[in-house]
Structure formats: structure tokens, C-alpha cells
């Protein structure tokens, strides 16, 4: 600044200087605003903190929904670990306007399960075997207390509500081991858990329908051609008879 005041004081023209300048400096700025926008995101991520490294969270909104756990964070993107093995890049600032949900946020997280019984099954003795199955299995906490309850009845079952809270380091192992222990103790007990399936009715049309114009009824008989003089229309059988 001090050479151009220089320059412009000595009695130069720098108007041209000035008019190339402010092109390239238009140029410079498209060129390098996603730049920018991705750095200024990437400090703003370092100052809020919505995940650090080794957090399992779910990206969404701005971007399609990404699922993984954090691998880096640097000034210009983040890069996460998705669940299938595979890594993501992304930039700071679509990550920075999106929705970002934080699984490790909190000690316990809810397991939520629906279980379908049968119509013909008592649903009041399915809650309580469901319950006593929860109460008896150690890793899912007592408080807040495990909710079980008839949500909705469904086209072929009664669906049932499993809510229940397990520590956040075992919800993955926690949420399968429960499948498998409820489905096993209301088989034993002899609660049964359907499948979808439809009951069709077939309603048969007994209306008789009317015979086609021109169709021979069914007591008329045809006799046989050979039985027929077609030129002059006379019963060839009959006249043998007469003679």
C-alpha cells in the first residue's frame, strides 16, 4: 500500500493497475469462497464441539443421512468411520448447517422394541411375562423404569410397546440379547407371535348365464350329413323306408 501511495504520489497512472487488480480480486474470491466457507465452519465446529473423536453420530438435513463414528476434524473437513467399514469426507460447511445427532451424549440410551402377539393371546399376560424377562436381565436399568404396553392393533397382531434404558457402551448388544430373550420367553409360556397374513373370501357368481344367439339347445339333436340330401332337402332314410 505504502509503494502504490508512493507510485500514485510520483504522478503515475495507476488506474489500470487498480481496474486489473479489482478482476482478479473478484476472480480470486469465487474461486476460493467454498475455501473460506469451509475454514470459518471448521473454527465454529472447534468452538461449539457437537463431536469429537471416536463419537458416533448421524449427519443430517444439509446433506443426505450419514452414519458413522468421527475420525477427524480438521480446519477444512470432517472425515468419519461409517458403520459398513467404509470412510466419508466431508466438508465443514455442509456439516456445520446440518442436523448432528450425538449417540454418545449421554451414560444410557433407550432401547426401543415392538413385539407382535396374536389375537387370541392374553396381551395382559404377554406384558407381564415381558416385564419379568426385563426385571430379570441385569444390564437394563431400573430407573428410568422400563415402559411395556399395547401401542396399536395391527392388521395381524397386537403390537406391543418394549421401551427400556441400558447403558450406551452395550446398547448394540443389548438390543439384539432382548430380541432373542423376549421372543424365547413368550414362546415358552405359549404367547404366540404371528405372521402377516390375510384371510381372502371367494364369493362364486351362481347366476346362470343366458345361451348365446344362434346356439343349438341342448335337446335338439343334429342328424347325421349322410342322412341328408342337401340339393333337394329329403330324408334319404325315410324314402328307403316307403319303398
Known sequence: ???LSALGVSGLDLSGLFLAGG???IIVGFATQSLFSNL???IFLQIDKPMKI???VLITGKLPDVAGVVVEVTALSSRLRMFDGTYVRL???DVFLSEIRNFSGAAARRVELVIGVSYDSDAQKAIGIIRQSLKGTPLV???PE???YVDNLGASAVNINIWCWVPFTVWFDMRKLLVEQIKRELETNGIEIPFPQQVVHIKQDRRKKAPKMGAPRNSDTVPPAASFDS???VNLDEVADND
Do not use: Q
Open 1 to 3: 500500500m505504502a509503494l
Open 23 to 25: 478482476f482478479a480480486g
Open 40 to 42: 470459518i465452519s471448521g
Open 54 to 56: 471416536g463419537d458416533p
Open 91 to 93: 466438508p465443514n460447511s
Open 141 to 143: 436399568l431400573v430407573e
Open 146 to 148: 422400563p415402559d411395556v
Open 231 to 233: 340339393s333337394a332337402g
